[in-house]
């Protein structure tokens, strides 16, 4: 979903703030790097804005964001949002009770965690991370949150890489994303 509102100038200025990494994190691979987005305060603050206008008609409790680019995003979504943070970080970041799930990247293998208490059962949880390419890391999430009792409410990205194939593995949630690939 993109928001209705967003105009093509938007759109425009919203893409001029993501860079190309070619060869990162290795040969052949394309990295969309958010960090120039991120710098830019308007940019940042419109790509936020834009999100929480996306999302404003859900039902959600928590935003949970997935390390590292995620908690940035997820964070201040959380605040225009008034819901409270969840942090998935990987493997070993957490110092309380928590849960793991393995799962695939498009190059190599990754550990997410999130702490046991991090959501009640029942509670609805939005996902946000800065981009949705393969969606391993947004479905290993989402299987953490499930694995708490709670419910997966949609998940949120900056950006979408439509032809890696990732909106296929979300099959528990809406689909909010800005900027797509």
Do not use: C, W
């Not at 509102?5 to 990295?31: A, C, H, S, T, W």
């Not at 008034?82 to 799962?103: A, N, Q, T, W």
């Not at 059962?121 to 393969?134: F, P």
């Amino acid at each position: 979903m993109v928001p209705e509102d967003m105009n093509e100038e938007l759109l425009k200025r919203l893409k001029g703030g993501i860079r190309d990494v070619p060869d990162y994190p290795k040969k052949g691979i394309v990295f969309r790097d958010i960090t120039p987005l991120l710098k830019d305060r308007e940019l940042f603050r419109e790509s936020v804005l834009s999100l929480s206008g996306m999302v404003a008609r859900e039902e959600f409790d928590y935003v949970a964001g997935i390390e590292a680019r995620g908690f940035i995003i997820g964070a201040a979504l959380a605040y225009t949002t008034g819901k409270g943070f969840i942090p998935i970080r990987k493997k070993g970041k957490l110092p309380f009770r928590k849960v793991s799930k393995d799962y695939d990247l498009e190059y190599g293998t990754e550990t997410l965690e999130i702490h046991s208490d991090s959501a009640e059962k029942g509670s609805r949880v939005l996902v946000v991370d800065d981009l949705l390419a393969t969606g391993g890391t947004a479905q290993a999430a989402g299987s953490l949150i499930a694995s708490l009792g709670a419910m997966v409410a949609g998940y949120a990205f900056i950006i979408e890489l439509e032809g890696l194939g990732g909106r296929a593995r979300l099959s528990d949630g809406k689909i909010f994303s800005l900027i797509k690939y």
